[in-house]
C-alpha cells in the first residue's frame, strides 16, 4: 500500500519556477513508475511527466520547462517547473503505478494547487 501526498504548490508570477514534492508513506521502489498530472476544473486530468526504468517524458506543452526527478532512497518524486506560464495553472497529482505479480495498480495523492498569475 502507498499514500501520497503532495506539496510546493502556491502562487507564482509568469516566469517564476516552483517545485513539487510528492511524498510516499510506503517505499517506492525503482521497478515503479511515477509520474504527474494536473487537471483544471471541468477538464480531464492531463499526464504531464513520467518517470520509469526506461527514462523520463514529457507533455509537449511542458518540454524544456518541467523536470520530473525521484530520490527512491526518501520516497519522493519531484517536479520542477520553470519559465511557468498562466496556461500551467491547475491542480497537480502525484501516480504511481506498481506492478506486482497479482497486477498493476495505482495510487494518487490529493492534489496540489498552482496558479500562476500576475
Known amino acids: 500500500q502507498v499514500q501520497l501526498v503532495e506539496s510546493g504548490g502556491g502562487l507564482v508570477q509568469p516566469g517564476g519556477s516552483l517545485r513539487l514534492s510528492c511524498a510516499a508513506s510506503?517505499?517506492?521502489?525503482?521497478?515503479?513508475?511515477m509520474a504527474w498530472y494536473r487537471q483544471a476544473p471541468g477538464k480531464q486530468r492531463e499526464l504531464v511527466a513520467t518517470?520509469?526504468?526506461?527514462?523520463?517524458s514529457y507533455a509537449d506543452s511542458v518540454k524544456g520547462r518541467f523536470t520530473i526527478s525521484r530520490d527512491n532512497a526518501k520516497n519522493t518524486v519531484y517536479l520542477q517547473m520553470n519559465n511557468l506560464k498562466p496556461e500551467d495553472t491547475d491542480v497537480y497529482f502525484c501516480?504511481?503505478?506498481?506492478?506486482?505479480?497479482?497486477?498493476?495498480?495505482?495510487?494518487w495523492g490529493p492534489g496540489t494547487q498552482v496558479t500562476v498569475s500576475s
Open positions: 501516480n504511481a503505478q506498481r506492478t506486482t505479480a497479482a497486477g498493476t495498480r495505482g495510487y
Open positions: 510506503g517505499r517506492i521502489f525503482s521497478t515503479d513508475a
Open positions: 518517470n520509469t526504468l526506461d527514462g523520463s
